[in-house]
């Protein structure tokens, strides 16, 4: 069983379409972290949500922390083919399974 | 700075040999993690370590050792060698466990044959 459950596994939408991931866990964090995974390189930090209900923006990219703390959501506007990538939640030095996101021209 | 450093970035092993990944950081972190991920799909914790002399499983510790001597090298070592640990394995390091930015390695790729 994962620490941190993300949805949906896989993405592919258009350019242009707005989407929502997700992670959620039965545990309580400190902070959770997303991360961005290009191939063939290690992943890199897009954001720290550490306060309940934050909300966090960068650039097109929007975090939100769960009241509870136990969830996060990523929700990116407007997509472009830059943004394909493996979205990982993380936290406490675990990591979910990630979504591959695929942004079509 | 460096970052992390792995080495090396590919690796071809047969069944029943053993190797060890060389990780090193110059960022002075206290924590470094190693992980492994299968293709498609998120990172694994196989071990981490808090500090100099001190290091604790993760999720997937099964055929894998680790050391930390030093504040600087976080070696991973396989000593025999299985198909299943095929696999990209990763580095990394933060000053804290949580809120605290891990920087991550290049990766090995490893390939058991």
């Known amino acids: 069983t994962q620490l941190l459950e993300q949805s949906p596994q896989f993405l592919s939408i258009q350019e242009g379409e707005n989407l929502t991931v997700y992670c959620n866990s039965s545990s309580v964090f400190s902070s959770l972290q997303w991360y961005r995974q290009e191939p063939g390189e290690g992943p890199v930090l897009l954001v720290t949500v550490v306060t309940g209900g934050e909300v966090k923006k960068l650039k097109r990219l929007t975090f939100q922390f769960g009241d509870a703390r136990k969830d996060s959501s990523l929700h990116i506007t407007a997509a472009q083919p830059g943004d394909t990538g493996l979205y990982l939640c993380a936290g406490l030095g675990r990591f979910g399974a990630g979504t591959r996101l695929t942004v079509k021209p | 700075n460096a970052g992390v450093t792995q080495t090396p970035k590919f690796r071809i092993l047969k069944i029943g040999q053993s190797m060890t990944l060389q990780c090193t950081q110059d960022?002075?972190?206290?924590?470094m993690y190693w992980y492994r991920q299968d293709p498609g799909m998120g990172l694994k914790l196989i071990y981490y370590?808090?500090?100099?002399?001190?290091?604790d499983k993760g999720e997937v510790p099964n055929g894998y050792n680790v050391s930390r001597s030093t504040t600087e090298d976080f070696p991973l070592r396989l000593e025999l060698a299985a198909p299943s640990q095929t696999s990209v394995y990763f580095c990394a390091s933060s000053y804290y466990q949580a809120r605290t930015e891990a920087f991550f390695g290049q990766g090995t790729r490893l390939t058991v044959v």
């Open positions: 370590s808090v500090g100099a002399g001190i290091t």
């Open positions: 960022m002075n972190h206290n924590y």
